[in-house]
């Protein structure tokens, strides 16, 4: 079993749309969970994080954990055309660097 | 501005021949990363680094290698012992102790031909 899944997509909808993104994981020892957007060809920008439970906004995103359920979301509210990308999910249970573990990615596109 | 540079954004090499990517950052962050990304898989780590003269083995780093002699610079060398070394290649960097905030660069892609 990976460490963490998510869905590969692609996913699809129209402008203004609401999008919801999501990752599931094993390891309940994971304390930190991120959102990196990734556009073709472009190294992943990381566009939230989170340690342990609960929501955090920022503008139009929304991250969500819910570690009872080892399953976490990404928000995107009023999508818009320049939201087109590849969102990964990562995650980690420490402070170190080698124990990074991300999904394999969402396509999203949406439709103007 | 501050960020992470990758050199060359497209390379091809031989089979049986070594290439280095060059990896620069001017975040004066002190460790820095190296993953592979391929179609269908999560990045991987293949090297990382938190003090300049200091790195450690990732998940993957048979057939790479990696040297750290300045804190803003981490090149990675694929060798000819690495057997799929077609793939994107991905340099990060963060603060030390805030490893969760990690700064991608804009990624090599490396054709074997």
């Known amino acids: 079993q990976k460490e963490v899944e998510q869905d590969p997509g692609p996913l699809s909808v129209p402008e203004g749309a609401i999008v919801s993104l999501n990752c599931t994981y094993s390891?309940?020892?994971?304390?930190?969970f991120m959102w990196y957007r990734q556009y073709s060809r472009k190294g992943p920008e990381l566009l939230m994080y989170t340690y342990s439970s609960g929501n955090k906004e920022d503008g139009r995103f929304t991250a969500q954990v819910d570690k009872s359920s080892k399953y976490i979301s990404l928000f995107i509210r009023d999508s818009q055309p320049s939201d087109s990308a590849t969102y990964l999910c990562a995650m980690s249970a420490g402070d170190t660097g080698n124990q990074f573990y991300f999904g394999t990615g969402t396509s999203l596109t949406v439709i103007p | 501005d501050g960020g992470i540079t990758q050199s060359p954004k497209y390379l091809f090499r031989k089979e049986g021949q070594n290439v280095t990517l060059s990896c620069e950052q001017n975040l004066n962050h002190d460790a820095m990363y190296w993953y592979r990304q391929d179609p269908g898989q999560g990045l991987r780590l293949i090297y990382y680094s938190q003090i300049v003269n200091d790195f450690q083995k990732g998940d993957i780093a048979e057939g790479y290698s990696v040297s750290r002699e300045k804190k803003e610079s981490f090149p990675l060398t694929v060798t000819s012992a690495q057997k799929n070394p077609t793939a994107f290649y991905l340099c990060a960097s963060s603060r030390l102790a805030v490893y969760n905030e990690q700064f991608f660069g804009p990624g090599t892609r490396l054709t074997v031909l």
């Open positions: 390891n309940s020892a994971f304390q930190y």
